[in-house]
């Protein structure tokens, strides 16, 4: 076990719908990051916060979005869904100061 | 920019002989090189990292990489490969602008034969 919890872990949705991903990352970790994987684009990079602060971004659509709350927990928001956004979608978490980025199990999103 | 390259889609060996993962990688810079595992249906896993030091690196499972400069590769083994290291390695290299976001390769399924 990671440390880092998403939820859902599962998702099924049509397309057009809107759908949001929950993070939590590890205890005392200030970076959060969200990756896709899909069979076509392996693994992506899609966006990175930092205590609340955008601080990259990788190939993440514009009709996604993401953002870290206070409680340093996140959530990555897709909307108008197409059914290639199918994808497992993992939040990572890193100490602010190390290099090692832990994963979560994933959230697997099938829109139909 | 930086990349990772991950030669083999699959590799096969069988249980108790050694295993090599090969990775080879392009970065300006000094390399932050990473590799997970991901088993099925599960989440990535770290098994190790070089930063700075030793050119062979222990990490998690007897599993070691060996950093190699002039070759520019991280490639990945195990001396006795187990049914249970079946799994998907992904090989990575750190973002160098400070950012610590990850580029990762393709993945190579490893297969071990009973």
């Known amino acids: 076990d990671s440390g880092v919890t998403q939820t859902p872990k599962h998702l099924i949705t049509a397309t057009g719908q809107r759908v949001t991903l929950r993070c939590s990352p590890r205890?005392?970790?200030?970076?959060v990051y969200w990756y896709q994987q899909s069979l076509d684009q392996g693994l992506q990079f899609l966006i990175q916060y930092y205590n609340g602060e955008e601080r990259a971004k990788g190939n993440i659509l514009e009709r996604f979005s993401a953002q870290q709350f206070p409680d340093l927990h996140s959530e990555l928001n897709l909307s108008s869904l197409e059914l290639g956004d199918s994808a497992l979608y993992f939040c990572?978490?890193?100490?602010?100061?190390?290099?090692?980025?832990?994963f979560g199990e994933g959230s697997w999103l099938t829109v139909v | 920019a930086q990349s990772v390259a991950q030669p083999e889609d699959q590799v096969n060996v069988a249980e108790g002989n050694p295993l090599t993962v090969k990775c080879t990688y392009s970065v300006s810079g000094n390399p932050y090189l990473f590799w997970y595992v991901q088993y099925p249906n599960r989440g990535l896993q770290f098994l190790l990292k070089y930063i700075t030091g030793d050119n062979l690196v222990k990490g998690s499972y007897g599993f070691e990489a060996e950093f190699n400069k002039s070759q520019t590769s991280f490639h990945l083994k195990k001396p006795s490969a187990l049914v249970s290291d079946s799994a998907l390695y992904f090989c990575?290299?750190?973002?160098?602008?400070?950012?610590?976001?990850?580029?990762f390769g393709t993945g190579t399924r490893l297969t071990v034969i009973p």
């Open positions: 990575a290299v750190a973002d160098q602008t400070g950012a610590n976001n990850l580029f």
């Open positions: 990572a978490s890193s100490p602010s100061s190390g290099n090692t980025i832990y």
């Open positions: 205890s005392g970790d200030l970076s």
